[in-house]
């Protein structure tokens, strides 16, 4: 696996990079979504892309947000189809970014958000391995929670390569945990399914194997990288570990819920734009 460098010192970060990042950071501060940052670095690898990713997560971080854990990204064949890319991605999570069970999203928050169903794992032990093993991330994990993360892309309608997701942050956006800890003895995560609805319709299907085999083989994948970097995951840390099926579309008004075997279920609702509502309705009045 390859390393990706640090890209957090002043002096190892290029002014390709550094332009890449305050564009991706003008889009989160102005809600208008940017072109696609690829183009804008000497060299668009995926070393670059964490190191534009590293600079605003320092950046973040330098403004008072705490990093919680990480998220693993394209790991779902589907999801991969969608985005046209072949491997998984990380980002950061940061506290800020967590929405309560059943808790509703603001008008706004996001630029083009999609919701997608998966397993959580928080930490109760480091992981510090290059070779991380199974049985390593199992004496490492506490408990699971079935989650949804809400994607976003500050990458305009979504055009994005992996070195643009990459870059940002791996579209994270925001996620919801459920409230039942679960423990992985009374659960095999490679062979639960998952439903998602939204306002009661099915809008997305899959299992644990749909996960890079398993969410557990996607953490090994995760652990592995994030020590070969020098940042490894530590106790405490929560692990999102990867769709289980399509991500799906949000529009304000939206009601999300998904259910895991053995997990559990969370929900999510999307704030109604109450200002375009009332301009519709003024249109129907003719005022």
């Known amino acids: 696996m390859p390393t990706v460098p640090d890209g957090t010192r002043p002096e190892t970060v290029s002014p390709a990079v550094v332009k890449a990042a305050d564009l991706l950071a003008e889009a989160t501060r102005t809600g ?77 928050r996001l630029l083009q958000p999609k919701v997608e169903a998966e397993v959580a794992l928080v930490l109760g032990r480091d992981l510090p391995e290059r070779e991380c093993t199974v049985v390593d991330v199992l004496r490492a994990v506490d408990f699971a929670l079935p989650a949804l993360e809400i994607v976003d892309s ?26 039942t800890p679960v423990p992985l003895t009374a659960v095999d995560l490679r062979t639960v399914t998952m439903t998602m609805s939204r306002g009661g319709e099915t809008v997305s299907e899959g299992t644990g194997a749909d996960c890079l085999g398993s969410p557990l083989s996607a953490a090994v994948w995760l652990a592995s990288a994030l020590a070969e970097r020098g940042d490894p995951l530590r106790a405490g840390d929560l692990v999102l570990t990867g769709a289980l099926g399509p991500m799906t579309p949000a529009a304000p008004g939206d009601a999300f819920e998904a259910r895991i075997s053995d997990l559990g279920s969370v929900r999510v609702r999307f704030a109604k734009d109450t200002a375009q509502e009332a301009a519709h309705t003024t249109e129907g009045t003719g005022k």
């Open 32 to 108: 208008v979504a940017c072109p696609p940052v690829r183009d804008l670095l000497d060299v668009p690898d995926l070393a670059t892309a964490y190191a534009v990713q590293q600079l605003n997560v320092r950046r973040g971080v330098a403004a008072g947000r705490r990093v919680v854990g990480r998220k693993i990204g394209l790991t779902s064949p589907a999801v991969q189809r969608q985005l046209g890319v072949d491997q998984p991605d990380f980002g950061a999570l940061f506290a800020d970014m967590a929405v309560p069970d059943g808790g509703e999203v603001p008008v706004g």
């Open 154 to 179: 500050r990458v305009r309608n979504w055009e994005i390569s992996l070195v643009d997701t990459v870059a940002d942050n791996a579209s994270c956006g925001l996620y919801v945990l459920g409230a």
